[in-house]
């Protein structure tokens, strides 16, 4: 049962609605939405004690393809979350990326985005790649390696 976050806050959008479009999930991506929460989301927020906040959730293909997000990218499948501090603080925004970590949370993939502007995680109840990166732009193009 989803304790702190909401499908609602999953699935909101500044870009859908502004453009007019449709971001509601289908039964199957909310299934994935209510798994990444309670396996990764709520865990971590019990964990860091303050409220965290989700940029961006869920993402239809036609929203996803209007921010720009990679053709493949997790949020189209309801399996990722986009989330920062309240304080939108690069080093506190690096406190939750290192609480992933070290609670050992089963997410298929962290990425520190841009030196801690914000954490993006996924999690997918098919892959467990646990795979941990870092987002980077080099002449405009994002650059993602691998973080040991």
């Known amino acids: 049962m989803m304790k702190y976050f909401t499908i609602k806050e999953l699935t909101a959008s500044a870009t ?34 303050k409220p965290i906040i989700v940029t ?9 393809k209007a921010v720009g997000g990679a053709a493949n990218s997790q949020h ?10 309240v304080s939108d603080d690069p080093k506190e925004n690096k406190v939750i990326f290192d609480l992933i970590r070290q609670m050992n949370l089963p ?28 987002a980077t732009k080099k002449n405009g193009k994002t650059i993602y390696t691998i973080v040991k």
Do not use: M
Not at 23 to 44: G, H, Y
Not at 76 to 85: V, Y
């Open 76 to 85: 189209t499948k309801g399996e990722a979350a986009d989330i920062r501090s």
């Open 16 to 49: 859908a609605k502004r453009k007019g479009i449709d971001n509601k999930p289908t039964q199957d991506i909310t299934n994935a939405l209510v798994a990444l929460v309670e396996n990764v989301l709520d865990p971590l927020r019990e964990a860091y004690g």
């Open 107 to 134: 997410y298929d993939q962290l990425i520190n985005e841009y030196n801690y502007d914000w954490v993006h995680v996924s999690f997918s109840r098919y892959k467990k790649r646990k795979q941990v990166l870092a």
């Open 56 to 64: 961006s959730g869920y993402r239809s293909v036609k929203l996803n």
